[in-house]
């Protein structure tokens, strides 16, 4: 997606553009399928060229599309900042995480949360007591999942 139709996407739920680049900070920590982000790595030029590189050797240009990355590179097992700040230095895995810096309306924000780790944490749990506030589905309307993944 490009970035403003992530805006959309989540103003339509409620949320700010702020409220939608603090939430993507989550992915700080997890990981990609190669089927995800190869078209990024392989295609664009809003990317750090030996950051492609290194994600081109886990991600042919053919194949290997369960092949997992992670999606904060340098710290992907810490709840951090440095998702910000890769996106500083273009190596967002994600087409839609690179789009939060790319010479728009949100650079400022992705700037301040590169520099600022209180900011980003503060901002990160505010954003997350709301969307737990969301209109959550209960009794036979929903379910708590075993795999996230699937349905039970």
Same mark, same amino acid.
């Given at each position: 997606?490009? @970035? &403003?139709? =992530? ?43 030996? $950051? ?5 050797s ?7 599309d369960?092949?997992?990355?992670? @999606? ?11 998702? $910000? ?7 967002? @895995? =994600?087409?839609?995480?690179?789009? =939060? $810096? &790319? #010479? #728009? ?8 949360? &590169?520099?600022?780790? &209180?900011? $980003? ?12 506030? =969301?209109?959550? @589905?209960?009794g ?13």
């Amino acid at each position: 997606m490009d @970035l &403003s139709d =992530l805006i959309s996407a989540f103003s339509n739920k409620g949320f700010t553009a702020k409220e939608m680049v603090v939430l993507s900070g989550a992915h700080t920590t997890g990981q990609a399928r190669c089927q995800l982000f190869r078209g990024r790595i392989y295609n664009e030029t809003i990317i750090d060229s030996n $950051f492609a590189t290194s994600v081109k050797s886990n991600c042919p240009s053919t194949g290997g599309d369960s092949n997992l990355t992670s @999606l904060d590179v340098t710290t992907n097992v810490l709840f951090d900042n440095a998702y $910000f700040k890769n996106l500083v230095n273009k190596k967002g @895995l =994600l087409h839609s995480d690179q789009q =939060l $810096f &790319s #010479g #728009g309306s949100t650079d400022s924000q992705v700037t301040t949360y &590169s520099t600022s780790p &209180s900011t $980003f944490s503060a901002d990160f749990a505010s954003a997350m007591v709301k969307m737990g506030n =969301l209109s959550p @589905l209960t009794g036979n309307n929903g379910q708590i999942r075993t795999n996230c993944r699937k349905i039970n």
